[in-house]
């Protein structure tokens, strides 16, 4: 087969093995030189050269933690995230439910932590969608409320915890009715809503998605569905149900078709919907310590058979008794087997929104991974935000702690739990970077790894090339139309050797909140290109 390069001159190109780099090229998918324009036309006379036009390159974004098809739904249906109060959220499903017939209607995104008034009511929904299901998800998705076709459909819906007859739905009641409303969605709905999730990442710059689904999230038809679909974003499939048994695991995996078994393996809920397992009660619901759905022998016998087993675990854990819960079971797992054992298969936690620094550096110490969301910050964050409303100004200001986790040696790996947050790299980047808590935050230069190098090592890519343009490296990159580039410290503690030229740090687009986000041109995953505007 003939061998196929492309030269790409006249650029900025991110690569920390030549900082000043304006020129790549690359082989059959594969990037073979870095450097500046003029030896790369000498070196490859033959090459395809396209043209940048100044243009900045980086490494393709992975996104730790997705659900597709619910993004795709969120895309294709109404979004309710914009919605400011009861009256405006209700307004979009009118207006949606008036023009569109679907079986159900499917949307996400109220956030009533910021309203002056109350989430509707079951009645309210019927008077805006009259006769139709509708399911209306938590932005935590951890909620949700229904209208009265959809509570009528769902069996022993009445006597499942976290029921209730005329507001939102938690806990498993929200498992059963969600369970229901997913039966309704037709395999159209379900695949056009992965095409316009996929193709939506691409358009921001992601070449790869972590999909984290599970019996209560997507469902094994939806997981296997969106796992057999060709499209240029990569999806590795984590599938979160519990195993006791080594043999149990491998046999898991090998009949949902994942890649590993964790993500969304729920320990505990979500703080907008009180159902996080706390240590202390919720500020806002005395006595109220949220949701437990897994206590530490589980946990633990799940580690120790993946770990035997060979595959990848991992838990939601948002709470910090949920956390506490996590660390006992991985403490017990390595006191059995080794640390090194349990090291080698990188298992991880997704958010661990309230782990301490001590509980960070054993966690470390085992090679757990921390996947969280930075954007959870921007949304919730702060003195005054969802945090401190659910826990109090004092344990709110603890949360996401980024910089002292990654302080410990613990892996950070960043996403966006789309469609919780939006699919927003730079965003996220930012979210990162100016944190609400001072010290939290790390410098762009670290938020840029962990959604990049730090992902790819997340999904269990360990060859220190992928999420890099170097020499050897996946052809997996981004073009953007980006202004200024700057080389810059972490806000709350300057390091003058990294804005130093002579410490030959690739620079970066600025950070801060008021700077212009870079626009994606092109999208290029193992050289294939999978967006182009």
């Given at each position: 087969?003939?061998v196929?390069?492309?030269?790409l001159?006249d650029?900025?190109?991110?690569?920390?093995?030549?900082?000043?780099?304006?020129a790549?090229?690359?082989?059959?998918?594969?990037?073979?030189?870095?450097?500046?324009?003029?030896?790369?036309?000498?070196?490859?006379?033959?090459?395809e050269?396209?043209?940048l036009?100044?243009?900045?390159?980086t490494?393709?974004?992975?996104?730790?933690?997705?659900?597709v098809?619910?993004?795709g739904?969120?895309?294709?249906?109404?979004?309710?995230?914009?919605?400011?109060?009861?009256?405006?959220c209700?307004?979009?499903?009118?207006?949606f439910?008036?023009?569109?017939?679907?079986?159900?209607?499917?949307?996400?995104?109220?956030?009533?932590?910021?309203?002056?008034?109350?989430?509707?009511?079951?009645?309210?929904?019927?008077?805006?969608?009259?006769?139709?299901?509708?399911?209306?998800s938590?932005?935590?998705?951890?909620?949700?409320?229904?209208?009265?076709?959809?509570?009528a459909?769902?069996?022993d819906?009445n006597?499942?915890?976290?029921?209730?007859?005329?507001?939102?739905?938690?806990?498993?009641?929200?498992?059963?009715v969600r369970?229901?409303?997913?039966?309704?969605?037709?395999?159209?709905?379900?695949?056009q809503?992965?095409?316009?999730a996929?193709d939506?990442?691409?358009?921001?710059?992601?070449?790869?998605?972590?999909?984290?689904?599970?019996?209560a999230?997507?469902?094994?038809?939806?997981?296997?569905?969106?796992?057999?679909?060709?499209?240029?974003v990569?999806?590795?499939?984590?599938w979160?149900?519990?195993?006791?048994?080594?043999e149990?695991a491998?046999?898991?995996?090998?009949?949902?078709?994942?890649h590993a078994?964790?993500g969304d393996l729920?320990?505990?809920?979500a703080l907008?919907?009180?159902?996080?397992a706390?240590?202390?009660?919720?500020?806002?619901?005395a006595?109220?310590?949220?949701?437990?759905?897994?206590d530490?022998?589980?946990?633990?016998?799940?580690?120790?058979?993946?770990?035997i087993?060979?595959i990848?675990?991992?838990?939601?854990?948002?709470?910090d008794?949920a956390?506490?819960?996590a660390?006992?079971?991985?403490e017990?797992?390595?006191?059995?087997?080794?640390?090194?054992?349990?090291a080698?298969?990188?298992?991880r936690?997704?958010?661990?929104?309230?782990?301490?620094?001590?509980q960070?550096?054993?966690?470390?110490?085992?090679?757990?991974?921390?996947?969280?969301?930075?954007?959870?910050?921007?949304?919730?964050?702060?003195?005054?935000?969802?945090?401190?409303q659910?826990?109090?100004?004092?344990?709110a200001?603890r949360?996401?702690?980024?910089?002292?986790?990654?302080?410990?040696?613990?892996?950070?790996?960043?996403?966006?739990?789309?469609?919780?947050?939006?699919?927003?790299?730079?965003?996220?980047?930012?979210?990162?970077?100016?944190?609400?808590?001072?010290?939290?935050?790390?410098?762009?230069?670290?938020?840029?790894s962990?959604?990049?190098?730090?992902?790819?090592r997340?999904?269990g890519?360990?060859?220190?090339?992928?999420?890099?343009?170097?020499?050897g490296?996946?052809?997996?990159?981004?073009v953007?139309?980006?202004?200024?580039?700057?080389?810059?410290?972490?806000?709350?503690?300057?390091?003058?050797?990294?804005t130093?030229?002579?410490?030959?740090v690739?620079?970066?687009?600025?950070?801060?909140?008021?700077a212009?986000?870079p626009v994606?041109?092109?999208?290029v995953?193992?050289?294939?290109?999978?967006?182009e505007?």
């Amino acid at each position: 087969m003939p061998v196929s390069t492309q030269l790409l001159v006249d650029g900025r190109i991110y690569s920390p093995s030549a900082p000043d780099a304006t020129a790549m090229a690359v082989t059959d998918g594969t990037v073979v030189w870095i450097g500046e324009d003029r030896p790369g036309r000498a070196l490859h006379p033959d090459a395809e050269v396209i043209e940048l036009d100044g243009a900045f390159v980086t490494p393709g974004f992975v996104d730790t933690h997705v659900h597709v098809t619910a993004l795709g739904l969120q895309l294709t249906g109404p979004d309710l995230s914009g919605a400011r109060n009861r009256n405006e959220c209700l307004e979009l499903l009118r207006r949606f439910a008036s023009e569109h017939d679907d079986a159900v209607v499917w949307g996400q995104g109220w956030d009533d932590s910021t309203w002056p008034d109350t989430a509707p009511s079951t009645a309210d929904l019927d008077a805006a969608a009259p006769g139709r299901a509708v399911y209306l998800s938590r932005i935590d998705a951890h909620s949700a409320l229904c209208s009265t076709p959809l509570r009528a459909a769902t069996p022993d819906l009445n006597a499942a915890t976290g029921f209730t007859p005329d507001g939102a739905l938690s806990a498993d009641a929200h498992h059963l009715v969600r369970d229901q409303a997913r039966s309704l969605l037709t395999e159209a709905q379900r695949a056009q809503a992965r095409s316009a999730a996929l193709d939506h990442c691409a358009a921001q710059g992601i070449v790869a998605v972590h999909e984290c689904g599970g019996p209560a999230i997507g469902g094994l038809t939806d997981f296997r569905e969106l796992l057999a679909l060709s499209h240029g974003v990569e999806v590795r499939g984590y599938w979160g149900e519990a195993v006791t048994t080594p043999e149990e695991a491998a046999d898991l995996l090998a009949r949902t078709g994942a890649h590993a078994l964790g993500g969304d393996l729920f320990v505990d809920g979500a703080l907008g919907s009180r159902t996080a397992a706390l240590v202390a009660p919720y500020h806002d619901c005395a006595g109220h310590h949220g949701n437990r759905y897994l206590d530490t022998a589980a946990v633990a016998a799940h580690v120790r058979a993946c770990t035997i087993a060979g595959i990848q675990a991992g838990f939601h854990v948002i709470g910090d008794d949920a956390i506490r819960t996590a660390v006992a079971a991985f403490e017990s797992v390595a006191a059995e087997l080794g640390g090194p054992a349990v090291a080698a298969r990188g298992h991880r936690l997704e958010h661990l929104e309230m782990v301490t620094p001590e509980q960070a550096a054993l966690l470390g110490s085992w090679g757990v991974i921390a996947s969280m969301q930075p954007v959870f910050d921007a949304l919730w964050g702060g003195t005054d935000g969802m945090y401190a409303q659910r826990l109090g100004a004092e344990r709110a200001l603890r949360m996401n702690a980024f910089a002292p986790i990654a302080s410990t040696g613990m892996s950070l790996a960043f996403g966006s739990d789309a469609p919780v947050t939006a699919v927003d790299p730079w965003a996220m980047l930012r979210a990162a970077v100016n944190h609400h808590t001072p010290g939290s935050g790390v410098s762009p230069r670290a938020a840029f790894s962990a959604a990049t190098r730090g992902a790819w090592r997340a999904g269990g890519v360990r060859d220190g090339m992928a999420g890099t343009l170097t020499p050897g490296a996946p052809a997996s990159y981004v073009v953007w139309d980006a202004d200024e580039l700057v080389v810059a410290a972490p806000k709350d503690s300057v390091q003058r050797w990294s804005t130093d030229p002579r410490s030959r740090v690739p620079a970066l687009p600025r950070l801060e909140d008021d700077a212009p986000a870079p626009v994606c041109r092109r999208s290029v995953h193992r050289g294939v290109t999978v967006h182009e505007a």
